[in-house]
């Protein structure tokens, strides 16, 4: 088991025909990933690689029955891809695409709350269960099937924490980029608790960084609801306040969203966090009690 | 991204919010002139991309025309210190001489992304024209925050809630509704992720006015938006954080000696961190981007090697689907034509690993490789000491 993907689901990807479209249809199709549609407005009827392209992601639904969608459609169009995909009524929407304006991004995620469908991003990696289903850029070879969850606003930053389980003997259920903007959609808490209830994972690595009050929201939850281990690192405890560190959300303003408030609220409910970039493997294996 | 003062001044005046009357002005002679137009008496506000510039003797009352000339002629060319700016300053080089006002009461006001809402939200408060970040810390009671519905935006009945919260009453709340409804029409249309107004006051004749503004645009959206290129200002901005944003790369100068280029943010982040673990400290923040490619690569090493602090350079890409030797041709590629001897540490992880480490240890540059995080940053640091000691 896992959650959100496994070997079953059907994956389009909106924006096939593009450079990145295309190259990362091939390498998640190598990993095993079924993808059964691609949309592209104006290239319906054509194929790529045997996959059939549409105009619509509605036509898409209907003629291959895909339930997930892999958006790469670029910035100016990508909140419109995520509406419709929306109203295609898919199960999960994973928006990979980096900056996307926040205007957009508020109204999108307003509508696809009020619907049955998830979304994952944007500005996300998107994810991957290993051994069966990968929706999104990551690298599939770090990863090995396992019962480990794993939570990142970082693309990068997840391979290096999923490198460092998997070299620990601790492989994962699904690792979920949740991505780096101030507006996303499925937040820290919505994948702890898809992972609370998912009998599969043992326990959850959740990877946070400087900026906002996520991580705090996150810790406030878990001290609550969580009844598995969870183990935690916060990039950016030596950053300086007022620079923003890349990502839209990574900044520390008005003395709030620095790396050490999070950690101490981290540690004051229970997780175990790791100080040093280096040390997410060994933090997890403590938070089992291995 | 940034703008003056004045700007968002401009921007907000177009949105139909009164402003006071003004001028911006390039020389000392200019400001004069600008105050005895403004009837003798102005205030001379100095023009840089930060906060804190009242208590930096970077906004004054000039009395007469001439004390306008010798203000700004003390403040043109001079470095202001805020707590904003860094110990380094920033260079005044544009000054907004502004009517004086007589101020009847003096309020805050902002619209602003609410992350936990996912929503835009306005914030108000009675305490105009101090940090509101003590007073929400201090009097929480005195902030009045609204979360705006996405599909309705701001109703005037909501806006009205707020004015009548902070006091204001007959035509000056009413005329506070209608500013409230024009800041969150500006928001949108201009793509802002800031309109802040502080101090929005009632002056002593009963009229709002903007006397102090700042906006911040919403990057990812500069695309939709042609005229916010023409309205940054370069000298307020570090010169390799320039030249790295022409190739869309996020470069932040650091006090270090470490340079680091790095693939992602948070990777990016976590780089730093573990260098200053081992007692390292770096030179500079830098995100190549998730899939950085070989002219990037190169791009972001060049702009490392500018910074004359850089006395070693320490890489991090975790490519994963990206080839490492092509990664590792970059770095030769812009290493060798500066005909750098710096101690460079290259940690590679992704496909043709060992393809690009050959090529690196081939290349004659002073370079070694690491596989893993930590043993990098110690290896940099190790490095760095035996140059210390050799020289």
Known sequence: MSILINKDSKIIVQGITGKTGMFHTREC????????????????????????????????????????????VPPPGAADAILEACDADVDLAVCITEGVPVRDMVMARQVVADSNTKLIGPNCPGLITPGECKVGIMPGYIHQPGKIGVISRSGTLTYEAVKQLTDAGLGQSTCVGIGG??????????????????????????????????????????????TKPVASFIAGVTAPPGKRM???????????????????????????????????????????GK | ???????????????????????????????????????????????????????????QVAYHPEQAHEIAKELFGKRL???QTGPEGLKVRRILIEETVEVGSEFYLSITLDRQTSRYCLIASSEGGVNIEEVAAHTPEKIHTLTIDPYTGLRSYEARS??????????????????????????????????????????????????????NFDDNAIFRHWEYHEMQDYSQMDPLEISAGKFDLAYIKLDGNIGCMVNGAGLAMATLDVLKENGGNPANFLDVGGGATREKVAEAFRIILQDNEVEAVFVNIFGGIMRC??????????????????????????????????????????????????????????MMQKNANNA
């Not at chain 1, 549409?54 to 969608?69: I, K, P, Q, W, Y």
């Not at chain 2, 006071?20 to 102005?42: C, F, H, I, N, Y």
């Not at chain 2, 034509?337 to 496909?351: E, N, T």
């Not at chain 2, 060992?354 to 002073?366: D, V």
């Open chain 1, 29 to 72: 199709r190598e990993y095993g990933t079924n993808i059964v549609a691609g949309v592209t407005p104006g290239k319906g009827g054509i194929h790529v690689d045997g996959i059939p392209v549409f105009d619509t992601v509605e036509e898409a639904v209907r003629l291959t029955g895909g339930n997930v969608s892999m958006i790469f």
């Open chain 1, 181 to 226: 903007d101030p507006i996303i959609g499925l937040k820290f808490i919505d994948v702890l608790e898809l992972f609370n209830n998912d009998p599969d994972t043992d326990g959850v690595l959740m990877i946070g960084e400087i900026g906002g009050s996520a991580e705090e929201e996150a810790a406030e939850w878990i001290k609550e609801n969580m």
């Open chain 1, 246 to 288: 890349g990502h839209a959300g990574a900044i520390i303003s008005g003395g709030k969203g620095r790396a050490e408030d999070k950690i101490a609220t981290l540690k004051a409910c229970g997780v175990s966090v790791a100080t040093s970039p280096t040390g997410m493997g060994a933090a997890m294996l403590e938070a089992l």
């Open chain 2, 1 to 59: 991204m940034n703008i003056h003062e004045y700007q968002a001044k401009e921007i907000l005046a177009s949105f139909d919010i009164p402003v006071p009357r003004g001028r911006v002005t390039l020389t000392a002679d200019q400001a004069e002139r600008a105050t005895k137009m403004l009837g003798g008496r102005s205030v001379v506000k100095a023009q840089i991309y930060a906060g804190g510039r009242g208590k930096a003797g970077g906004v």
């Open chain 2, 81 to 83: 210190v805020t707590h």
């Open chain 2, 162 to 215: 707020i004015a009548l919260k902070l006091g204001l009453k007959g035509s000056v709340a009413e005329d506070c509704v209608q500013l409230m409804l024009n800041l969150f029409r500006c928001c949108l249309e201009k793509d802002c992720s800031l309109v802040e107004i502080n101090p929005l006051v009632v002056t002593k004749a009963g009229w709002l006015l903007a006397l102090d503004a700042k906006i």
């Open chain 2, 325 to 382: 030797d092509i990664i590792a041709q970059g770095i030769i590629e812009a290493a060798g034509d500066g005909k750098c001897s710096l101690p460079i540490v290259v940690r590679m992880d992704g496909s043709m690993v060992e393809e690009g480490k050959e090529l690196l240890l081939g290349s004659g540059l002073n370079v070694q490789c690491a596989d893993a995080l930590g043993e990098g940053a110690k290896l940099i640091v190790e």
